[in-house]
């Protein structure tokens, strides 16, 4: 979820300096440089934290049923470990989500491509990320691969004309 987050908050930004009229590719990748750590740091800090609490109380509650401390032993380590793991993951995937997308403004910056080819690599590449993503959940849940990656395109493209029609309010 983190991920899609990533990606939906970057096509915000891709949305609205389109809709602001442009400008230089700096703002878009200082923007979305700036929303990608932003959302790794949350994600990572806020998993770990909740992470932690959750483990914690699960090994209360087992040494309650074992009437010892686990403090220090393997399923204390363990524990310990998993919230990281966790942390680093939901705190890598929305960095990686949105900061993808903004590769093409890299190469508007460094004269590669032009600013309008930029924009329209952009997009294409979230909604491949979007795509991509329900495939994963699809693939998770057991359900339609296909139609899961079209949902989450679907969700990126209703955002992206949510935030065009009240550009033009």
Same mark, same amino acid.
């Given at each position: 979820m983190n991920a899609f987050d990533g990606?939906?908050?970057?096509?915000? +930004? =891709?949305?609205?300096?389109? +809709?602001?009229?442009?400008? /230089?590719? %700096?703002?878009?990748?200082? !923007?979305?440089?700036?929303?990608?750590? !932003?959302?790794? =740091? /949350?994600?990572? +800090?806020?998993?770990?934290? $909740?992470?932690? !609490?959750?483990? %914690?109380?699960?090994? %209360?509650?087992?040494?309650?049923?074992?009437?010892?401390?686990?403090?220090? /032993? %393997? =399923?204390?380590?363990?524990?310990?470990? $998993?919230?990281?793991w966790v942390a680093f993951v939901d705190g890598i995937s929305p960095a990686l989500a949105a900061g993808i997308p903004i590769i093409p403004f890299l190469l508007v910056l460094k004269g590669i491509v032009v600013l309008q080819v930029g924009i329209i690599a952009s997009l294409i590449l979230n909604l491949v990320m979007l795509f991509i993503l329900g495939i994963f959940l699809g693939k998770v849940s057991g359900e339609n691969i296909w139609l899961r990656g079209l949902l989450m395109v679907g969700a990126g493209v209703l955002t992206a004309l949510i935030l065009l029609?009240?550009? +033009?309010i």
């Open positions: 990606a939906l908050t970057i096509l915000g +930004v =891709i949305v609205g300096f389109v +809709v602001s009229g442009g400008g /230089s590719p %700096r703002l878009v990748l200082s !923007a979305g440089v700036g929303a990608s750590l !932003a959302m790794g =740091i /949350s994600g990572a +800090v806020g998993a770990y934290m $909740a992470e932690t !609490a959750e483990r %914690r109380q699960q090994l %209360r509650e087992l040494e309650n049923h074992l009437f010892r401390s686990l403090e220090g /032993s %393997r =399923i204390d380590r363990a524990a310990h470990q $998993a919230a990281l029609a009240l550009s +033009v």
